[in-house]
Nanobody, 125 residues
């Protein structure tokens, strides 16, 4: 089954940083637009940012703009989400998602057709 794999989550103090990684054991990530989302129990999945397949276009949600940075290296078949200036409100499970397309990203989670299992980010003092 095609899927993505996230890593890099963990426990961090307020104001700290983490770098999340998204890899693809079974597919060529360079063919996919990649998005990052997060979710806390009882709430809807929140879109953070998306980058198109060639890495030339990004679309950030207001909650991520200025603190989070998406990047990718198609030769390494990897994408990353750098999280800076983390606060307690950033505690969530973070997911990467993909859609095989050359087009610009959609903001809807339903647009993505392959997901990872998520990685927990906990911000606590």
């Amino acid at each position: 089954q095609l899927h993505l794999v996230e890593s890099g989550g963990g426990l961090v103090r307020p104001g700290g940083s983490l770098k999340l990684t998204c890899t693809a054991p079974d597919l060529a990530l360079g063919d996919y637009a990649i998005g990052w989302f997060r979710q806390v129990p009882g709430k809807e999945r929140e879109r953070l940012v998306c980058i198109n397949a060639r890495g030339r276009s990004t679309d950030y949600a207001d909650s991520a703009l200025g603190r989070f940075t998406i990047s990718r290296d198609n030769t390494e078949n990897m994408a990353w989400l750098q999280l800076n200036s983390l606060s307690l409100a950033d505690t969530a499970v973070y997911y990467c998602a993909g859609r095989k397309t050359d087009s610009y990203c959609s903001r809807s989670p339903q647009w993505f057709d392959v997901w990872g299992q998520g990685t927990q980010v906990t911000v606590s003092s």
